[in-house]
């Protein structure tokens, strides 16, 4: 593939640069693999807080002492944060633009995840389409991997999002029209 990579950059007068994150609808490329990093590391508080915060009180999450006696032998990260720290690895380059999340599908936990674990995201950009009824947006499917620091998957979903295009009136416009607005 020679598809142009995105620069995360835009010059907005000579020597005078802003970070640009994330795609616009023309960035996203059938096939195309981003590999998010820098990846994560598991803490204690990480699994005991957002358990609780979710009121996730099962104990396999938040008690040492009831964990060392099961299969696992130790706490067990919280799926909810499994799920929530891998699909935020993805934010900054898949949805940064995005106007809507449309929802995630075929969520699937293929591998325990413990605290201590190092958390590593890959996003395949499966599918676009112009909308349908939102002139100047496209959607955009993708599917992620998670993978821990040994490369064993941990979890995999497909996500929909709702993305800008850049502005129809100038085509070789860099940023999406949207984020030109801004301060």
Not at 15 to 41: I, K, N
Not at 68 to 87: A, H, M, Q, W
């Amino acid at each position: 593939m020679n598809d142009p990579i995105p620069t995360p950059y835009v010059e907005l007068e000579p020597g005078r640069f802003r970070e640009d994150s994330g795609l616009s609808y023309e960035d996203y490329v059938v096939g195309h693999v981003f590999e998010h990093r820098p990846g994560r590391t598991i803490t204690t508080t990480d699994n005991v807080w957002s358990s609780l915060l979710c009121l996730n009180q099962h104990p396999l999450h938040i008690d040492e002492e009831y964990a060392s006696e099961t299969p696992f032998k130790k706490l067990l990260v919280s799926s909810l944060v499994t799920f929530g720290i891998v699909n935020g690895m993805t934010v900054k380059t898949i949805s940064q633009k995005a106007v809507a999340n449309l929802g995630w599908d075929k969520v699937r936990l293929s591998a325990p995840v413990f605290v201590g674990d190092t958390l590593y995201a890959e996003t395949t950009i499966v599918s676009k389409r112009p909308s349908a009824t939102r002139p100047g947006e496209g959607v955009v499917t993708v599917h992620t991997v998670g993978r821990n620091q040994d490369g064993v998957q941990v979890i995999a979903f497909d996500r929909t999002v709702l993305a800008t295009m850049r502005d129809p009136e100038d085509p070789a416009a860099g940023p999406s029209f949207r984020d030109r607005k801004r301060p």
